[in-house]
């Protein structure tokens, strides 16, 4: 292992890939890739992190991306624990001004912050010295789940120079579009999006990505689809009117991808809603690499953990 | 001698209405301008406005001071003082109160307590629907005979057209506005932000502008019909000034306002913040194209006043998270300064001045205000119209802290404030 002599990153927190040089993701990508090696040996620990401790803070449930930072935390030998942030505080409105200063006087390091409002890490990030990660905030950005996605690309195609992604389904309320899109431009991808067109928001054209009118279109030219999750709770809204229907317009599906390179890489962020956005033989054909996108999901925890929190680490260390 | 005697001497006075800045001094007796001229003696307190401007106080459409029901917002006297401070000498207070000012009772109240804090004249817009509810109509003639000077349920659209229609007809007896905060709700549910480009960037529900545009569509739509007259509140969007620009050419009873901070901001303001939700407002703040219809509609004339839409709201509730916190900001110390330094590139001093006297003075038919002149009331305001600061918010006399200028720099600085000849703000110097 070469980790000691990582640099680190030199910003106090990740909200977004939005703000991240491509340097830095190639930082972040490159010690994930270490540490994905360790996850492969038996004894899947780093002792890196004794003594740092990590909060967790779901304020919208999400076992997989808990469970990942989570184990992330764990495999690094930092100190985690999670924040029960029941339903009826945030409906009373509790302020996030609040939560700061009573995390701030817990004297924990890091927090890793899942909110259903845009922008919620942020203001948190504002106010206290502790790190903050951003594990998902509203229909912003979802920072380590784009980073999860380039580094399964990457694994996959070598480089994203030139490669077209094309990110297909509820552009307009989806985190993993938003992180997606800024992550994969950075590499230097070019950027498709394909959905209802109730689904794809005003402007996104500005984001720097291509709007497919068709799913044909769009699954003609990819090197590879990430294919969303569509939120069951969409329907009726009226954003489009039957799941039945969504699956006939744009499932992905063995007859659509016939129009498709025949190599190209299927991601999905999870958890599938089988045979609507994705038919499962697609989900379970070879080119599909939804499960090593979980692992890779962990290795790029322990990275941005780690990195982020070198400054504050070698600080403690020099002190003691 | 009277307590509400005084002689503003030394000072430069500017009378929206007429032609040039002219060097006089200016006697109040009674509370009540007698006298403008060079070198007047009079045996009463004197207030030296020398090299100061001297114009007459400003006039404000819309306010929300919170009381009754939600006075840890702000209240009565709290917010005099935000007006007195910002030169306001006229303010006008929104009916969405808890209670709500939709009867005799709750408007008599309110301008009670506003006498009794004795700093600026308050005066009510009562509501258009008993609890704003937008079902049954208020006591307009009840609350027009205590005093009320325009209606409107302000905070909620008037949606019904029936309903609309009604009140166009039925306030025309009285000859008072119906004040319209037009927003298709159907358009903005859950919104936070204007929609667009930076909207969908910032991942906030987006609040199209034709949600403004569509309400303001169908009321000019029924003006002919009603005969009513009909004022837009802070306008925010380039489609509408345009709207209202044709009605007016077409003769039809139409005002409206804009906010200083629909004048000064743009919604690039959002994506800057760092989702501080002291820019979160409704009407959201705008695209760069509609900032500028909102400044070419001051200076065409298309736009009656500027209205601060002052809406108070504690920094706890502030942040809760950008999509949860509530709409408004406050804005009448920072009203003027926001307006010159807005403003003052595109128009005169005078024009300028007349979007906050007799401009708005005209809209709620307001006759013994809005100028300097002999039998007007003693409502005067002096300023330093050059001068810059950095504003910062920590010297509001509001009881919140909800300024979307705190740190900006800004032109032009209040000195004194008068109110029928007496001082509310500043010093007898
Ligand atoms: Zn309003």
Redesign the interface.
């Known amino acids: 292992m070469k980790l000691n002599d990582a640099p680190g990153l030199d910003r106090k927190d990740l909200l977004g890939l939005e703000e991240l040089s491509e340097r830095e993701i190639r930082l972040i990508l490159d010690t994930a890739r270490e540490f994905r090696e360790v996850l492969d040996r038996p004894i899947k620990t780093v002792p890196a992190m004794r003594g740092f401790t990590i909060a967790n803070l779901f304020y919208e449930s999400s076992t997989r991306t808990r469970m990942s930072f989570e184990l992330a935390q764990k495999r690094l030998t930092a100190d985690s624990i999670g924040l029960a942030v029941t339903a009826s505080s945030v409906k009373k409105g509790e302020s996030l001004r609040d939560t700061a200063r009573n995390i701030e006087a817990m004297r924990v390091d890091m927090i890793v912050m899942r909110h259903s409002q845009s922008g919620a890490p942020h203001r948190l990030a504002a106010q206290i010295d502790a790190h903050v990660v951003n594990a998902g905030d509203g229909c912003h950005e979802h920072p380590t789940q784009g980073l999860l996605d380039l580094y399964t690309l990457l694994e996959n195609l070598g480089d994203l120079r030139g490669k077209r992604i094309v990110i297909i389904g509820d552009i307009a309320h989806s985190r993993v579009a938003r992180s997606n899109i800024h992550g994969l431009r950075r590499m230097g991808a070019q950027v498709g999006v394909c959905g209802p067109p109730t689904l794809i928001p005003v402007g996104i054209e500005d984001l720097g990505v291509t709007v497919y009118p068709t799913i044909e279109e769009a699954l003609a030219e990819a090197d590879a689809i990430n294919v969303l999750r569509i939120q069951l709770e969409r329907i009726g809204v009226p954003l489009f009117p039957s799941t039945r229907e969504y699956a006939r317009l744009f499932g992905v599906t063995p007859a659509r991808l016939e129009v498709a390179k025949r190599e190209v890489l299927v991601l999905h962020p999870g958890p599938i809603n089988r045979n609507v956005e994705l038919d499962s033989r697609v989900a379970d054909a070879p080119g599909a690499v939804i499960l090593s996108q979980v692992t890779n999901g962990v290795a790029i925890r322990m990275a941005v953990t780690y990195l982020l929190a070198q400054k504050t680490m070698k600080a403690a260390h020099a002190l003691a | 001698m009277h307590s509400r005697d005084l002689l503003i001497s030394g000072g430069r006075l500017v009378d929206p209405e007429a032609d040039e800045l002219r060097r006089a001094d200016l006697l109040i007796r009674d509370g009540k301008v007698v006298a403008l001229s060079p070198n007047i003696n009079a045996d009463v307190p004197v207030l030296d406005a020398t090299g100061l401007i001297v114009s007459p106080g400003f006039i404000d459409l819309h306010v929300h001071f919170r009381e009754p029901g939600q006075e840890w917002k702000e209240d009565i006297d709290s917010g005099s003082r935000c007006a007195a401070a910002g030169g306001f000498t006229t303010v006008c207070a929104m009916p969405n109160t808890d209670p709500p000012l939709h009867d005799q009772e709750s408007v008599r109240f309110v301008v009670e307590r506003a006498r009794e804090v004795g700093l600026v004249d308050l005066h009510v817009v009562g509501a258009v629907t008993t609890d704003l509810a937008g079902t049954i109509l208020s006591p307009m003639g009840e609350m027009a005979a205590a005093g009320c000077v325009a209606f409107s349920d302000d905070g909620r659209p008037i949606l019904d057209s029936g309903l609309m229609r009604r009140a166009l007809e039925y306030s025309r007896q009285f000859y008072l506005p119906i004040v319209q905060h037009a927003e298709d709700t159907g358009l903005t549910r859950g919104g936070a932000m204007n929609?667009?480009?930076?909207?969908?960037?910032?991942?906030?529900?987006?609040m199209?502008s034709s949600a403004e545009e569509i309400v303001v569509a169908r009321d000019l739509a029924l003006l002919p019909l009603t005969g009513g007259r009909y004022h837009v509140a802070h306008t925010s969007c380039a489609r509408t000034i345009e709207l209202l620009r044709r009605a007016r050419a077409e003769g039809l009873p139409v005002s409206c306002e804009v906010t200083p901070h629909h004048l000064a901001l743009d919604e690039q303001a959002v994506s800057d913040c760092?989702?501080?939700a002291n820019y979160k407002m409704n009407p959201p703040l705008r695209s760069v194209v509609d900032r500028e219809a909102m400044i070419q509609g001051c200076v065409d004339g298309t736009i009656d006043a500027i209205a601060t839409d002052h809406a108070p709201h504690l920094?706890?509730?502030k942040?809760?998270?950008?999509?949860?916190a509530p709409f408004g900001v406050i804005g009448l110390e920072t009203a003027f300064s926001v307006a010159a330094t807005t403003l003052l590139p595109h128009m005169s001093l005078r024009d300028l001045l007349r979007l906050l006297t007799t401009g708005p003075a005209s809209v709620f038919g307001f006759k013994d205000r809005g100028r300097l002149a002999p039998g007007l009331r003693g409502d005067v305001v002096l300023f330093d119209s050059e001068s810059e600061a950095v504003y910062s918010v920590e010297s509001t006399h509001s009881k919140s802290r909800n300024s979307a200028f705190d740190g900006m720099r800004l032109q032009g600085k209040i000195v004194a404030t008068v109110l029928e000849g007496r001082v509310v703000f500043g010093e007898s110097r």
């Not at chain 2, 929609?195 to 987006?206: F, V």
């Open positions: 929609e667009s480009a930076i909207s969908t960037k910032l991942g906030l529900t987006g199209h760092d989702y501080d920094p706890d509730e942040e809760i998270g950008f999509s949860a």
